[in-house]
């Protein structure tokens, strides 16, 4: 006789293990993004590789599965390994999500990675694929990636020249050398939108957007550190909130005596220079990447050297905290 409890768990479906091991390894992936990683290229690719033949099959149906598996991809590609590429786009390509996009879609990107991974025969034989069932889509993706099928074509089209564009755009900058060397950055240079009154991207400064540039850059050393000693207040509530456990909490948020500890979480990433103004000086905000969120991000609404807002990235580039700000200095 085969007791009723017992045969409930002889029939009972294996937990799978592919969330947690997903989980794993997407963590490991936000540590070797980090200001402060070590972790080298063999290493990341070791440690994954490993990992993704540890998870089960439901890997197959977790989303965060395909963007490592993307991941894994542009890494063999950078190493110009076309074996382990080919091997990562099969798996790639058996994840659900990949099954929703049509044929040509992955044809397409298929030949993409290999002529990125300079394997022109593979490449055209992918596009060659794409194109026998969507004619248009190749033309409306990467230029060198058309170019290059151009070429190929009994009857190759007339591309438009790439050198010529009737919307030219600059990328408007102002230099912050303080900040360059808190940061450890490369150049002094930090981007920056101009935003009109419907947060819309303006071309030219008003009167009143440029004398917050320039008050920024002659104040960026005091405008600085206020912004940091007002983030070292907030940090401990930050950290409960994201309640890091005290393994990752050393790399993702560790405890900070000073204003010097945020050079290694922080790094600045654009400005928006709001239309809002209150006595000549608009509102600007500004977004950094975080070493504690690297999905939103960190945004902050100063007006001159007087902090508004500490938020998720939205903060920077919305003005709603802005118009909060100014409507109740007004009422």
């Not at 080298?40 to 395909?66: H, L, N, P, R, V």
């Amino acid at each position: 006789m085969i007791w009723p409890w017992k045969a409930n768990i002889k029939n009972k479906t294996p937990m799978s293990n592919a969330e947690k091991i997903i989980n794993e390894i997407d963590i490991f992936l936000e540590k070797s993004m980090l200001k402060t990683s070590t972790i080298t290229g063999e290493e990341f690719i070791s440690f994954i590789e490993g990992k993704w033949e540890e998870a089960d099959a439901e890997k197959y149906d977790i989303y965060q599965a395909y963007i490592i598996s993307s991941r894994m991809i542009n890494e063999y590609i950078r190493e110009k390994d076309f074996e382990n590429m080919m091997r990562w786009l099969e798996i790639t390509d058996r994840h659900s999500a990949a099954q929703k996009n049509a044929s040509y879609i992955r044809n397409y990107y298929a030949g993409e990675c290999c002529l990125e991974c300079d394997n022109e025969e593979k490449a055209l034989e992918y596009f060659n694929l794409c194109y026998a069932e969507n004619q248009e889509y190749i033309f409306s993706r990467a230029p060198f990636c058309y170019e290059f099928f151009n070429k190929h074509l009994d009857h190759p089209r007339n591309l438009p020249d790439q050198n010529e564009s009737d919307d030219d755009y600059f990328e408007l900058s102002i230099e912050l050398k303080h900040w360059q060397t808190f940061f450890q950055k490369e150049d002094p240079e930090f981007y920056y939108e101009l935003l009109d009154e419907e947060d819309d991207y303006m071309d030219e400064p008003t009167p009143a957007q440029e004398n917050g540039l320039h008050y920024l850059q002659e104040n960026q050393e005091v405008v600085l550190e206020k912004i940091l000693a007002e983030l070292l207040k907030q940090y401990p509530g930050l950290q409960k909130n994201y309640n890091y456990s005290e393994e990752d909490k050393t790399d993702f948020m560790p405890d900070l005596k000073d204003i010097q500890g945020f050079a290694h979480l922080l790094s600045p990433t654009y400005f928006y220079v709001t239309s809002v103004v209150k006595d000549h000086y608009p509102y600007i905000g500004l977004g950094f990447s975080c070493s504690w969120d690297s999905e939103h991000g960190l945004g902050i609404m100063i007006h001159k050297d007087r902090i508004i807002e500490i938020g998720s990235a939205a903060t920077a580039f919305d003005s709603w905290a802005a118009e909060k700000d100014l409507n109740s200095i007004n009422s």
